[in-house]
């Protein structure tokens, strides 16, 4: 039977509600009291793996993502201290289901965990420090060791998530609300919307966060993810700060350009119309930079699902950086002009 060291879980036997706390601390089962390297078997570890995920499961939308982190950090320090009372360098299975049933079933133990670091401690850190004796909690379920394989881990970790995970498809769960309330297919409302948006946009982009808002004061969502106000009024001003700097900077730029060819050679600025485009399309160019790319930031900022927000922000980031990339080389075209000018008249063609 193959082993390793706990602390390094498989990718696949985390579920989807659960990769919030993909960045927490693993487990460090590293000795028990005879000092020797503690080892599990990956039967062992699938134990404790679909234990902590049925916990963060039961714990999805309770906490912020810091909180969880916290807490499940702490369940886990619970974990190691039970498998290391066995005192044993290779626990047997039935240790380590000991150990999880002493902790009580994963709902309690989610309770408990969302009461002391949602901010209420008192009653709930006695609780959580109280003995499975006195505290009488309810036996978590293992499985029987004797009916459990060393089957995939995929496979054994294939349980049905919580109804407030959400589709890779969602952003905040406005059009999934709406298809819901006017008994439409989900996808067909999402074709209409996109083929709207991508006429209307950044109007339909401002419609569809207003909705939102509407939808989340009035509670018809149900659980929602806390907002990041900060980073709302941030990105949308930095991203309006990053455009004005590189508009104001090539619109001046071009100035300077015109002011030393005027001072250092004495000369009226030639006809290089067909170079200096930069000059009539700067403040078209910043018009439609702000207008696109600040309403998209703003979206970036909200608690979208899946990583949504995490893609749009880079997205927007890369457009600044195109667009900064246009207004060089406006600028370089208008200087390039003028050398070909320069040197068509220093050469009489």
Not at 328 to 333: E, L, Q, R, T, Y
Request: hydrophobic share 45%; proline share 6%; net charge positive.
């Amino acid at each position: 039977m193959s082993s390793s060291v706990i602390g390094t879980p498989h990718p696949e036997q985390i579920g989807a509600s659960s990769r919030q706390f993909a960045g927490m601390p693993v487990i460090g089962y590293t000795k028990t009291k005879r000092g020797n390297k503690m080892e599990l078997t990956q039967k062992q570890e699938l134990y404790i793996s679909r234990y902590m995920r049925a916990v963060a499961d039961a714990l999805y939308g309770r906490l912020n993502e810091r909180q969880c982190e916290r807490a499940l950090s702490r369940l886990q320090g619970r974990v190691r201290e039970q498998i290391n009372a066995a005192g044993k360098a290779r626990p047997e299975d039935i240790d380590v289901l000991d150990a999880l049933r002493k902790l009580g079933a994963p709902e309690r133990q989610a309770d408990i965990l969302a009461r002391i670091w949602g901010g209420e401690s008192g009653a709930a850190e006695s609780a959580a420090s109280a003995t499975p004796a006195q505290s009488s909690p309810p036996e978590y379920d293992a499985p029987s060791p004797r009916n459990t394989t060393d089957a995939p881990a995929k496979t054994a970790m294939d349980a049905p998530l919580r109804k407030e995970t959400r589709p890779a498809s969602v952003w905040l769960g406005v059009l999934a609300w709406c298809a819901e309330q006017w008994d439409l297919p989900v996808w067909a409302l999402r074709v209409f919307v996109a083929l709207i948006g991508a006429v209307t946009f950044p109007a339909a982009l401002l419609v569809y966060m207003a909705v939102y808002f509407r939808l989340r004061v009035s509670g018809r969502l149900g659980t929602v993810p806390p907002l990041r106000w900060f980073q709302m009024i941030f990105r949308p001003a930095l991203t309006a700060l990053m455009l004005s700097v590189i508009h104001f900077a090539g619109v001046y730029g071009v100035k300077g350009v015109c002011l030393a060819y005027d001072t250092w050679l004495k000369r009226d600025m030639p006809d290089i119309s067909e170079w200096a485009w930069f000059e009539t399309e700067a403040g078209r160019m910043f018009f439609w930079a702000l207008t696109l790319l600040v309403p998209l930031s703003l979206f970036s900022a909200m608690p979208l699902a899946n990583a949504w927000d995490y893609s749009i922000k880079r997205f927007t980031q890369a457009c600044v950086a195109l667009y900064a990339i246009v207004v060089s080389f406006g600028i370089a075209s208008y200087v390039t002009g003028i050398i070909l000018a320069f040197v068509r008249e220093f050469t009489g063609g």
